[in-house]
Each structure stands twice: as C-alpha cells, then as structure tokens.
Antibody, heavy 119, light 112 residues
C-alpha cells in the first residue's frame, strides 16, 4: 500500500527558509522509474508544480521560483525533502508531495501540509 | 511555459447526465518519442487531488470506467458518462511534456 505524508513548520515568518518533509511507504525512491514531486495550492486556488526528484537523483525545478528551491531525498529512510528560501506571504499554501512511476505522474498524493507565512 | 486552458470554468450537472471538459494547450503535447503527457485529476472538496487519466486516455487504477479521456496535439477532453454524486469537485488537466509541468486552472463540477 502506497502512502505519502507531508510535514512542515505550520507557520513561519517572511525571509525564513521553509523546510518540508515527505515521508512515504509502499515504494522505494531507488526503484528505476520512480520519482517524487512537490505541488502546492494556495487556499481556494489552483495547483502549481514546484519540483521533482527521481530515482537516479535527477532533479527538476519550476523556474518561476528561480533559485529558491532545493529538492533532495533520503532513500534509506523513505523521505523526500523540499526547501524554499526567502519565503514571503505568496508562499502561503497547502504543500503536497506525490509519487511518479514512469509515465504515471502523481498517482498517489499525500494529505498535504498547510504552511502559513506571516509576520 | 505551456498554458493549459480549461473550459468551462464551472459545470452544473444533474445526476446521470453526461458532461465533457475541454483542455487546450498553447503548444502540442506530443513529444519526440510519440508520447503525450496529458493527465486529468479530480480534487474533491477538502481532499487531495486524485489521478483519473494518464497519457490522454488511460484510466488510473481504481477509476470508474464512466470517466474517459481523448484528444491529441493541443486539444483534449475528459468525459464523464453519467455523473454520480461522488464526482463533484474540481477537475484539473496537467501536462508533463514540456518543462515546467503546468496545470489548467480547473473546472468545478457542481450539482444543478
């Protein structure tokens, strides 16, 4: 059974660094063709893709967030991570992680974690 | 970036009615290997999105066969043949052919 669960700080202040963790089970990020992506959704709005990391450690980022994103993984502990530097109120959103397997993009999602940026 | 335009933005339907949602891309989503990375997701109220359709027309695992996807190039359609109450929510198309991945703005399906 595939499950994913996001965790984060809940609330942080502008200019701080947001650190998110995706803890998953039922698959391994060392399996050929496997990947994990991060997607966010401001309240009442649409979905925005942020980044993917693949089994071979290939990484892809949304250029709209310029150089603020860093994605990484800990294969032995079944976790993926996303850091967003220099946050502001526009980064307030629910953040999801989701699994990719070959062409099956985001077939499994976590429940999401709400992050609020406020001074 | 590829822009995906979904129409309509809101769709009112009765139970049992068949409905269609359009997703038009600003560029062809056919890649050089002959794959078209167009996906459909449903987000029910208060829930995470779930995959309905992958690669234009392939049903996701456990997805009822009243859902179907079609299209090619820049024009794609999701059809629900006989809406059920559990189908209410927001439908999103997504493309993964061109970086960065992009989502459509969503189509809200509500009861008439």
């Amino acid at each position: 059974q595939v499950t994913l669960k996001e965790s984060g700080p809940g609330i942080l202040q502008p200019s701080q660094t947001l650190s998110l963790t995706c803890t998953f089970s039922g698959f391994s990020l060392s399996t050929y063709g496997m990947g994990v992506g991060w997607i966010r959704q401001p309240s009442g709005k649409g979905l925005e893709w942020l980044a993917n990391i693949w089994w071979d450690d290939d990484k892809y980022y949304n250029p709209s967030l310029k150089n603020r994103l860093t994605i990484s993984k800990d294969t032995s502990n079944n976790q993926a991570f996303l850091k967003i530097t220099n946050v502001d109120t526009a980064d307030t959103a629910t953040y999801y992680c989701a699994r990719i397997l070959f062409v099956n993009w985001f077939a499994y999602w976590g429940q999401g974690t709400l992050v609020t940026v406020s001074s | 970036d590829v822009v995906l335009t979904q129409t309509p933005s809101t769709l009112s339907a009765t139970i049992g009615q068949s409905v269609s949602i359009s997703c038009r891309s600003s560029q062809s989503l056919l890649d050089s290997a002959g794959n078209t990375y167009l996906y459909w997701y449903l987000q029910r109220p208060g829930q995470s999105p779930q995959l309905l359709i992958y690669l234009v027309s392939n049903l996701g695992s456990g997805v009822p066969n009243r859902f179907s996807g079609s299209g090619s190039g820049t024009d794609f359609t999701l059809k629900i043949s006989g809406v059920e109450a559990e189908d209410l929510g927001v439908y999103y198309c997504m493309q993964a052919t061109h970086a960065p991945n992009t989502f459509g703005a969503g189509t809200k399906l509500e009861l008439k």
